[in-house]
């Protein structure tokens, strides 16, 4: 078997923007957790695919905590890095913001880990290239990701 040559995570790096509408929101004019969490999934998952160069599919999303509403008319922004990768699991790191387009106000609204497997011709999981460590915040995302996995697999259900 050979082994694709390590990747840094800033060649998967990912930036989502997209316009909050009606259609998004509730009655009260706040967008539903949902349509934020659909986005922080297509966020991630583009970001594994271009890490991986291979279709990926979502396996896990750590719990989502929303610090504060967006509400329509805020443009939603995701950023969606590598932190950790595994044999054929790749996690991402997704932080969105809402900002007013008007003013220019962003405010942190949520972040998450979401982790996807990668698959290969078969549809079965495949190997995907390791990452490669440039930086301390690199480092410490990627410590911090194999804790949270082994965390995820000593409690897998």
Known sequence: MTTAPKK?????RVNL?????PEHANALGNVHGGVIARLVDECGAICAM????????????DSMTFREPVHVGAL??????????????????????????I???????????????????D??????????LE????????????ARQKHRLAHAV
């Open 135 to 146: 930086t301390d915040e690199d480092r410490k995302l990627f410590a911090d990701g194999q």
């Open 17 to 21: 923007h997209h316009l909050m509408t």
């Open 8 to 12: 840094s995570p800033t060649l998967s």
């Open 103 to 121: 003013t220019g106000q962003t405010t942190h609204t949520n972040s998450a880990y979401v982790v996807y497997v990668a698959l290969g011709d």
């Open 123 to 132: 549809g079965r999981p495949t190997v995907v290239p390791e990452l490669e």
């Open 76 to 101: 939603l922004m995701c950023e969606a890095r590598v932190s950790y990768v595994g044999r054929t699991s790749i996690e991402t790191s997704v932080r969105v913001h809402s900002e007013n387009p």
């Open 50 to 61: 271009r890490h991986a160069h291979r279709p990926c599919v979502t396996i896990a999303i």
